[in-house]
DNA sequence: TCAATAGTTCAACATCTTTTGAACAAGAAG
DNA sequence: CTTCTTGTTCAAAAGATGTTGAACTATTGA
C-alpha cells in the first residue's frame, strides 16, 4: 500500500519546476512549508478544487519528487520531501518556498483554516 | 524598437517556474549562464530546435522576465535578469542555475560552439 | 539596387494539461 | 453489516503548449 515515489537520484530539475509552476500546486507546497513538516490531508486543499482534481495535483507533486505521501487509513498524509531536495538541489526550495508561503491562495486555506478552528475541529 | 519585459514586480514566481519547466528553455538558460553575461544571439540556440521554435522558447523567457532580449541590427542579444530576478527572488537563480549548466543539451550546445570556433567563427 | 542574414508572425497540427462528474475502493465508526 | 469518510480511477471535455513550414520584416553588405 505505498505510493510510488522518485529515487533522489531520479528527481530531473525540469520536472520540479514544471511542477512548481502550476499556481495550485505551488499554493500547495506553500501551505505545506506553512505547516512546518506537520503532515496533512488532502482534504485540506480542498480550497483549491475538487477531491479529484486535489488527487491529480497531489499525485503530480509526488511523482516530481517534491512531496511524500504515506497511507494512513483511509487518508493520504502529504509532506514536503526537503531533506531529499536539499541534497539534491541544494539551495533550491528554501526561495520558492518563502515566496510561495506568501501567495494570496495560501492565506486563503490559512483564513479557511482558522474558521475550522474556530468551530471546533482538529488541525 | 524595444521589446516589451516585465517589471520586477511584474515578475511572477509560478511563470518563472513554469518557463524554466520546460528542457529547452531550462538549457538556454544553462547556456546563458555559462556564457557569464555575455550577450547572445538566437542562432547560437538553433542546436535545441528551428528558428521558429527558439524564437518561440526566447520570448516565454523574456515575458515571464527570465531574459532581456535588446535589438541590435537583424539581431537579438539574449542576456539572463540575474540582478532583477536576485532582487524579485533571492537565492532562486544561483541553484537553478548550477544545476541547469550541467544539463546535457548544454553540453551539447558548448560543443558545438567549440567545433564552430576551431572552424574560425566569432564567439 | 539586390541579395544575404537574423528573427518574427501566422496558421495548422499534435500533444499534453487541467478540470469535471460518476463510479469505485477501503478503512473507520456506529 | 451498514454507512460515512477519504481519496482514487476513468472517460470526456476544454484549454494550453510545443513544433513546423511558409511567408514576412528589417538590417547589413556588395
Redesign the interface.
Known amino acids: 500500500m505505498t505510493l510510488p515515489h522518485p529515487t533522489p537520484d531520479q528527481i530531473a ?3 520540479v ?7 495550485t500546486r ?1 499554493a500547495i507546497v506553500g501551505y505545506l512549508a506553512s505547516r512546518d513538516g506537520r503532515p496533512t490531508m488532502c482534504l485540506n486543499f480542498t480550497t483549491f478544487g475538487s477531491k479529484t482534481n486535489i488527487s491529480y495535483h497531489l499525485a503530480k507533486l509526488r511523482e516530481a519528487g517534491i512531496t511524500r505521501t504515506e497511507v494512513s487509513g483511509t487518508s493520504r498524509l502529504i509532506t514536503l520531501r526537503r531533506d531529499d531536495l536539499d541534497i539534491r ?4 526550495l ?3 518556498i518563502a ?2 508561503m506568501d ?1 494570496p491562495m495560501v492565506k486563503m486555506i490559512e483564513d479557511a483554516e482558522k474558521d475550522a478552528l474556530a468551530k471546533g475541529e482538529p488541525g
Open positions: 530539475l525540469s520536472n519546476l514544471a511542477a512548481l509552476g502550476d499556481p505551488l538541489f541544494p539551495g533550491l528554501d526561495p520558492i515566496a510561495a501567495l
